[in-house]
């Protein structure tokens, strides 16, 4: 007999409530435990992250000092400006931002597009904008575009002093001239700004705000006059286009303190745009450039003979139409007879074969001495970025053509500022006082400090530079070379020079170096203008050449600085016997 199953219990309800219940219990403990460990444990890290996500960091550039001219005209000064910068991962919308921005901060679509997408957090969109651009960026409350202040380089004066200021890279700091070797001076010290942002990273007006205040750079005050390297500067580029010549420079300086009052070269640049320039162009050629300085020499060999005692200006110096060292002629720059010059009259009229036989008399070392004393194949002392110290081959290792050539002036090289320090060893008495291109240094507060005095060195007597000088006034007699150097109403004293040009290409001489160097009143000399063309095509002669451009440069320079004539007149002197 079949057994019927028993029938089941209803579960009880209290088991099932319970059962619920220690789930829920569960569920809440572990709920409980994270927001403990969350509000507890971790809070302190949960909070600094949150912190550190809306926490942002920019520096605060310090504002880049001027460079100014002698009387405070700014060539070089800053303006405020604003980078533009994008956090890529807070761009949803490249499209619309570009089409955005595109009008705004003048960058081309292709390359918005480029900056914009990614996963960086830090990349500039656009360098160097108004104030007034990032204002209307800014208005369009873009997602992920940030601003960080900057400032930009300005040259209101446009090209003028170019290669004695130099530029700036694209961040701010100083690549070539001035700029470059006194960065540190003029840079200052950045500051930094930390502060918290909310929604599309804007700043939170009551967050949290650190910040260090930048240290302004000083101002620096050159030497240079304004108005006289404008007028230098036109001058010599005019000549060089005229002359079809390769490059040209003028240095203006007051031989009495070594003071540049003007120093142009040409071609030039524009420091706000250097890369439109060619290379070459964007330097000092009147401290980089060398060259064989030709007849202006001259005065260093005449010098030396005088303050050694084996000569006058009046010394008989019988010049033969050739003359013949060690299996080699040499001849002067227009064929002639046989002369009978002074002393003076080899000056004046620049004979090569004249130089020689003066320099005979005083020997090699003497006169290789003496150039030394002259600043020859040393720095000038001007400390400018880039100088080349010029070339003087030690006397132990001359040959007896080197001896010939080096007392006419070949064989050796200077650069324009230290072919300017002659003449004006010779206008200062006798004493070279090293070039120097700094006024002095302007603090933020208006503190002024004094550039480093320049070193003084006596070179020649103060007797022999005045007989010199008076010699060297032949030179711009119409008996001497360079007629066309007078200036109505001054006494002049200057030197003519035509020197043979080296062709690095070929290792030869090819073309020509044409120069003009002379200092008014050379009764009292104030100023020294020296004029040099590098390779002129139309004409070759440093008188034709260079006389009319240092005529304009030193007529302007003595004018504008208030400088009279003595009034008095240059002495006799005989050129002939």
């Not at 002093?161 to 540190?184: C, Q």
């Not at 240079?224 to 420079?249: C, H, L, N, P, Y």
């Not at 300017?420 to 208006?446: E, H, K, Q």
Request: glycine content about 10%; aromatic content about 6%; proline content about 7%.
């Amino acid at each position: 007999m079949s057994r019927r199953p028993a029938p089941r219990r209803a579960a009880d309800p209290r088991s099932r409530v319970f059962a619920l219940g220690l789930v829920l219990a569960i569920v809440l403990s572990v709920f409980a435990g994270r927001l403990l460990q969350l509000q507890g444990i971790e809070a302190t890290a949960y909070a600094d992250t949150a912190v550190a996500e809306r926490v942002r960091t920019a520096v605060i550039p310090a504002t880049r000092g001027a460079i100014t001219d002698v009387n405070g005209a700014a060539l070089a000064t800053t303006m405020d400006a604003v980078n533009v910068t994008v956090d890529q991962n807070q761009v949803t919308d490249p499209v619309s931002v570009v089409a955005a921005l595109a009008p705004l901060v003048g960058v081309p679509v292709r390359k918005l597009v480029h900056r914009l997408s990614g996963d960086l957090v830090y990349n500039v969109v656009a360098r160097d904008v108004s104030p007034d651009t990032w204002r209307r960026v800014s208005e369009l409350r873009l997602s992920g575009i940030y601003s960080e202040p900057t400032s930009v380089r300005v040259y209101p004066q446009g090209s003028l002093a170019a290669s004695i200021l130099g530029f700036v890279g694209t961040d701010g700091h100083g690549l070539e001239g001035y700029e470059s070797s006194l960065d540190d001076v003029l840079a200052g010290k950045d500051g930094e700004i930390t502060y918290e942002s909310g929604a599309g990273g804007r700043r939170i007006p009551s967050g949290n705000t650190d910040e260090q205040q930048p240290v302004p750079g000083m101002d620096v005050r050159l030497t240079i006059d304004r108005d006289i390297q404008f007028v230098a500067e036109r001058a010599i580029g005019a000549k060089v286009r005229e002359t079809g010549a390769e490059s040209g420079t003028v240095v203006v300086m007051d031989p009495r303190t070594g003071r540049v009052v003007a120093s142009a070269t040409y071609p030039s640049f524009d420091p706000s745009d250097p890369t439109a320039a060619a290379v070459a162009d964007r330097g000092n050629r009147a401290v980089s450039d060398i060259y064989e300085p030709g007849s202006t020499s001259k005065v260093m060999t005449v010098a030396a003979a005088i303050d050694a005692g084996v000569i006058t200006p009046a010394t008989h110096i019988k010049v033969p139409p050739v003359i013949y060292r060690d299996g080699t002629d040499f001849h002067d720059h227009t064929p002639h007879g046989t002369l009978r010059l002074t002393a003076t009259g080899v000056l004046a009229q620049s004979s090569n074969i004249g130089a020689m036989l003066i320099a005979e008399k005083l020997g090699q070392r003497p006169l290789y001495d003496s150039l030394r004393k002259f600043g020859i194949g040393q720095p000038s002392g001007l400390g400018f970025p880039g100088e080349t110290p010029g070339i003087l081959t030690d006397v132990g290792d001359w040959r007896p053509t080197n001896f010939a050539t080096i007392a006419f002036g070949q064989g050796f090289s200077v650069n324009a500022i230290q072919a300017t320090s002659v003449f004006a060893t010779i206008a200062n008495g006798g004493v070279r006082v090293d070039p120097t291109l700094v006024d002095s240094y302007v603090a933020p507060d208006g503190t002024e400090t004094p550039g480093p005095a320049p070193e003084a060195h006596r070179v020649i007597s103060a007797k022999t530079a005045k007989t010199v000088s008076r010699m060297m006034e032949t030179v711009v007699s119409d008996e001497g070379t360079a007629p066309m150097a007078q200036i109505p109403g001054y006494r002049v004293a200057g030197k003519t020079g035509t020197a043979e040009r080296v062709d690095d290409t070929c290792g030869c001489y090819r073309g020509y170096t044409a120069s003009f160097i002379g200092f008014a009143p050379a009764d009292d000399p104030a100023l020294v203008v020296s004029v040099t063309l590098q390779d002129p095509v139309n004409g070759r002669y440093g008188g034709l050449l260079g006389g009319p451009v240092f005529t304009h440069v030193m007529t302007f320079a003595l004018q504008t600085l208030e400088i009279p004539p003595t009034g008095r007149h240059a002495p006799k002197i005989r050129l002939t016997y």
